[in-house]
T-cell receptor
């Protein structure tokens, strides 16, 4: 069975410092992985996705993530945090839904990022 | 494109009442999803449709919940009768078909409070 684990429920950084949000996945085959962001009282927005084309994936707003098969990880990073980055972030794995060729998304529990001035 | 549209954005109702949530997916998307988000359980998939046909409703909590998609541009999630434990944010999402590498586009959600 496929699953995803976000290792930190809360991360707090100062503005201008690096951001690291950790995610490990479990999959019996090469997965498709995503990071979504949810700002307060908003829907989820796609930050970036891994589709096996390249292990380092660049997303919106300066975020990037590196797929490491040997470590089964897909950590999200940003060199310099901005106040507007404060939100909840979800690591997501795509699972082929039984009997179909469509990937059903399985969400991690989320990491709340707080950015201090 | 306006994105996924959900209505109402907020709903407050009393226990026992019927609640209907509505969703308009992005035009051209073949898949539509209903999710529920709570502090305790996180984000849960309730049901999803492909070309207006329900494919997997294993996440629907009980018979009080039902979902329909009468056409490609409209879906409803109904709770009858509603209970306080149904209080949550309900999201609708839609997606084109891209196999394993699908990206889902989420609506802004409906915050439901059942008193």
């Amino acid at each position: 069975a496929q699953s995803v684990t976000q290792l930190d429920s809360h991360v707090s950084v100062s503005e201008g410092t690096p951001v690291l949000l950790r995610c490990n996945y479990s999959s019996s085959y090469s997965p498709s992985l995503f990071w979504y962001v949810q700002h307060p009282n908003k829907g989820l927005q796609l930050l970036l996705k891994y589709t096996s084309a390249a292990t380092l994936v660049k997303g919106i707003n300066g975020f990037e993530a590196e797929f490491k098969k040997s470590e089964t990880s897909f950590h999200l990073t940003k060199p310099s945090a901005h106040m507007s980055d404060a939100a909840e972030y979800f690591c997501v794995v795509s699972v082929l839904s039984g009997g179909t060729s469509y990937g059903k998304l399985t969400f991690g529990q989320g990491t709340i990022l707080t950015v201090h001035p | 494109d306006a994105g996924v549209i959900q209505s109402p954005r907020h709903e407050v109702t009393e226990m026992g009442q019927e609640v209907t949530l509505r969703c308009k997916p992005i035009s051209g998307h073949d898949y539509l999803f209903w999710y529920r988000q709570t502090m305790m359980r996180g984000l849960e998939l309730l049901i999803y449709f492909n070309n207006n046909v329900p494919i997997d409703d294993s996440g629907m909590p009980e018979d009080r919940f039902s979902a329909k998609m009468p056409n490609a541009s409209f879906s409803t999630l109904k709770i009858q009768p509603s209970e306080p434990r149904d209080s949550a944010v309900y999201f609708c999402a839609s997606s084109p078909f891209r196999g394993l590498y699908n990206e889902q586009f989420f609506g802004p959600g409906t915050r439901l409070t059942v008193l």
